[in-house]
């Protein structure tokens, strides 16, 4: 069954957007274009899905899970990943870091899928943020350079970039 999406508030809890996404699922091994695309519909109109993010929905959806995981901020997140990557899942710096998160294969497992790639990133900041008393600019820090170096320049370009998605 379909949840009448006509009916739903403007405030979506976690809870609920779990029920949306468990029938979109069962929507689509059903093979049902007409109800996916309801659900999908539904989902951007709530704000769950934006389409000025420049990631699948399928991404977005690990985003927010991932944020939501380990305490990140949605906007946060995304200001991260547009700083490290620009949304380009196939990133390679010039140091070796990879995909979205841009995480150091000396460090992390190489050949993470986008999904993986970022619910690590955002584990490796929830772990910077408790290492830092949930200092975020430290944490942001720590996250680029290894460690708090004092240096806020990376930080700085993070929460600038998170602005225009919060």
Same mark, same amino acid.
């Given at each position: 069954m379909v949840p009448d999406v006509s009916k739903m508030g403007p405030e979506m809890t976690p809870e609920s957007v779990q029920l949306?996404? $468990?029938?979109?699922?069962?929507a689509q091994v059903s093979e049902n274009p007409m109800e996916a695309e309801l659900i999908e519909s539904a989902l951007? $109109? !709530? +704000?769950?899905? *934006?389409? =000025?993010?420049?990631l699948s929905f399928e991404i977005q959806d690990a985003l927010h899970t991932a944020c939501d995981a380990n305490g990140i901020p949605y906007h946060v997140a995304l +200001?991260?990943?547009?700083?490290?990557?620009d949304f380009?899942? =196939?990133?390679?710096?010039?140091? +070796?870091c990879y995909g979205l998160a841009q995480l150091n294969p000396e460090y992390f497992p190489s050949g993470l899928s986008p999904t993986e790639n970022i619910t690590t990133g955002m584990e490796f900041l929830a772990y !910077?943020?408790? *290492?830092? =008393? +949930? =200092?975020?600019?430290a944490a942001l820090t720590a996250y680029n350079a290894g460690h708090d170096t004092g240096a806020r320049g990376y930080a700085t370009a993070v929460l600038e970039a998170s602005k225009k998605w919060s």
């Open positions: 949306v996404l $468990e029938v979109a699922e069962e951007v $109109e !709530q +704000g769950y899905f *934006r389409e =000025d993010v420049p +200001g991260l990943i547009e700083t490290e990557s380009n899942p =196939d990133a390679l710096s010039t140091s +070796g !910077q943020l408790d *290492r830092y =008393d +949930g =200092d975020m600019e």
